[in-house]
């Protein structure tokens, strides 16, 4: 029962370029938060989503970051011409359901460097 | 808006000693959980404890125990017998029903000395 899976787990960008970043959620899960962590800070929540649809994107950049949750594969968060201040950890989290209780679970995160 | 403060900015423990990381939130929502989350040095966020807020009883998992204050809103995560293995970043979190994200701490760097 594979948990919640991100990949690449490390990317190094130049400024100007995409980054793309993938999550794959628990097995029956069709509920995608997206949550980015600077150095030395906690997570900041960016982007929530269920299946083909973005329920909450209150935290997500206007500018140049997008987010999607296809019917079939895993989620992707887009950062276009990326900036040095992008780089931080990237978690994913999915749940079964919108009110979470206790059933949240993160993946391993993904480390984006703009140089 | 809701707000999580984590006071303690970094702490060193002798090992086998009992660690106490601090946590208080400012929310107005009746219905809440509260997490804690380690993050090793790896970078991965590990679960540790979970407390609903109409929960009676403090949560336990193993070593850790959440010292629930419902009335100071204060969510304190206690570690008994601490290891070196215990050595990393502690996040408190809160979730609010009335809304779908998980507001988070600043963190506590936790350094257990042998």
């Known amino acids: 029962n594979a948990g919640v899976m991100q990949n690449p787990r490390h990317l190094v960008r130049r400024r100007g370029q995409e980054a793309r970043l993938r999550c794959s959620p628990m097995k029956g899960h069709s509920h995608v938060y997206w949550y980015r962590q600077l150095p030395e800070e906690g997570l900041k929540f960016m982007v929530y989503?269920?299946?083909?649809?973005?329920?909450?994107e209150s935290g997500m950049p206007k500018e140049r970051f997008s987010a999607e949750f296809p019917k079939e594969g895993p989620s992707i968060l887009r950062i276009q011409q990326v900036v040095r201040g992008d780089s931080a950890a990237y978690f994913c989290?999915?749940?079964?359901?919108?009110?979470?209780?206790?059933?949240?679970?993160f993946g391993e995160g993904s480390w984006l460097t703009v140089v | 808006a809701q707000k999580i403060t984590q006071t303690q900015p970094g702490m060193f423990v002798q090992e086998k000693e009992a660690v106490t990381l601090d946590c208080t939130y400012d929310?107005?929502?009746?219905?809440?959980?509260l997490f804690w989350y380690k993050q090793p040095s790896s970078g991965e966020m590990i679960f540790l404890i979970y407390q609903g807020s109409y929960d009676q009883q403090n949560a336990t998992e193993g070593r850790y125990s959440l010292n629930f204050q419902k009335a100071r809103k204060s969510a304190n995560l206690v570690i008994s017998a601490s290891q070196l293995g215990d050595s990393a970043m502690y996040f408190c979190a809160v979730y609010m029903d009335s809304n779908y994200q998980l507001i988070w701490g600043a963190g506590t760097k936790l350094i257990i000395k042998p």
């Open positions: 929310t107005s929502d009746p219905s809440y959980g």
């Open positions: 989503l269920q299946k083909e649809n973005i329920i909450d």
């Open positions: 989290a999915s749940s079964s359901r919108g009110n979470i209780g206790n059933t949240i679970y």
